[in-house]
């Protein structure tokens, strides 16, 4: 029954969904190990929406546009002879190869032009370049990573893309709370365990285990409670991960709330997008009410990535 | 050491761009620019609106052209990408199958076109590509190593 998952899924993480989605598990399971549709995202800071499906569509690509999103697509077939990636209009900018579910929280966020905005954990860059372009390569977004060779990639895909709005920094996520910035918008997509990306790489639960979870949680709260300190009145915070450890979630979620009070969870809503409520409880702690407001994306429920993404609002 | 250009600077650059390709100095009225030893960068306004310090900084904006030694300006392969439309002296229109030599990275011979020898701009049909450098009828293509396509 459950052969065809055993060989790259830990036992802990088997039985931590069996218990969370009860007999709807077995379907989780499934689409755990299934391959993903490939997407691209058009680059609207180069070219419009239609020229590049026009384009494509005439070199023998079918293309159906993701539901929550204008500008992306899945591609529906491969082609013997050509890949995506060596054609002239990946050369030239023209799209992203980007997953589905990690384009929701700029589309959650809304950047708008003149903004000023920070993506506390960028690399390699694809929610960045969406920024950008959502922009319109107008306002300023701080794109920040510690990690160097990380860095060197989101350099590149900011160059390709073509975004010029975009300030590129190296240092402790936590730390640009030392700065002076205040920010209109602040995405932290923070590092997580990854088992949302299972299926584009089944080696990414290699190294799961509840105590990674555990340590991932303590370093996401200590970013989340840190930026929020730059989050100006009025301003919006996305807290997203491709993970779906309540831990890393929920959990997070709730300490922020505990400690600030001017902090609210708005609803997420995409049309088009199947999302699920935050979980409340999980394995005997008790989480405040307003994560219901969070959303959880689950990889059976819009055929992508496993994915979570809270909206937080700065009030008075 | 990067450093906001001033009205002169700007104007030089731009100027340089304007009598080689014909881009309009009113084009880039919305960005900013400076330098650091031969690069330039373009950034938006807002950039340098802000008070960044704290920040430890590895780039602002985007690489927009590096000066020579003349005082020549050669705008980089991705600044081509997004102002390239603005062009209208100084271009060299590829074929498919020149469009794929000169994305390889590789010279092409025997070009006859309306520009002069220097840096022009290279264009397939709606698709400003890059840069490359004519000389005596051969182009030489300036797209960086790591942009070239792999596969012939």
Sequence with gaps: ?316 | MLRILNKVERMEILGALETRFGWKQAIFDDFGFLQSSDKIWICSKECLEHDIKGLKIETIGLLFARQGFQRDVKPTTNIVQLFGKHTTTNVIELTDEQTYTFLHGLDIAGIQADASDGYVIIRRGEDYLGVGILRQGKLKSQVPKARRIKKF
């Design chain 1, 1 to 316: 029954m459950m052969e065809e998952h055993r060989s790259f899924m830990p036992k802990e993480f088997v039985a931590r969904y069996e218990q969370i989605l009860g007999p709807e598990s077995k379907e989780f399971f499934r689409y755990c190990s299934l391959p993903l549709r490939k997407c691209i995202r058009v680059n609207t800071l180069k070219v419009s929406v239609d020229h590049v499906v026009e384009r494509l569509e005439r070199q023998g690509w079918r293309l159906e546009r993701i539901p929550w999103t204008e500008d992306a697509f899945w591609i529906l077939n491969r082609q013997e002879d050509k890949a995506l990636g060596n054609t002239d209009e990946h050369f030239l900018g023209y799209f992203y190869v980007q997953e589905a579910s990690s384009m929701i929280p700029p589309l959650v966020l809304q950047p708008k032009p003149h903004e000023t905005v920070v993506d506390v954990a960028a690399a390699p860059g694809s929610k960045t370049t969406q920024m950008s372009a959502m922009m319109e390569n107008k306002g300023l977004i701080v794109a920040n990573d510690p990690n160097i060779s990380r860095l060197k990639a989101l350099r590149f895909n900011l160059e390709k893309a073509g975004c010029i709005n975009v300030i590129v920094t190296r240092m402790d996520g936590a730390k640009i709370a030392q700065s002076n910035l205040q920010f209109d918008k602040i995405l932290l997509d923070a590092p997580c365990s990854a088992e949302g990306t299972v299926r584009k790489d089944h080696r990414a639960l290699q190294k799961w285990s509840p105590k990674l979870v555990h340590d991932l949680s303590t370093l996401q709260k200590h970013l989340l409670l840190n930026v929020v300190n730059r989050l100006k009145v009025g301003g919006t915070l996305v807290y997203s991960t491709c993970t779906l450890a309540p831990e890393e979630n929920e959990e997070v979620v709730s300490a922020l709330l505990a400690a600030r009070k001017d902090i609210v969870v708005e609803n997420v809503a995409l049309s088009g997008l199947k999302t699920r409520s935050g979980m409340t409880e999980w394995n005997g702690k008790v989480y405040d009410p307003q994560v219901k407001n969070c959303a959880r994306i689950y990889p059976h429920d819009n055929d992508s990535e496993g994915f979570f993404v809270t909206k937080l609002r700065r009030t008075e």
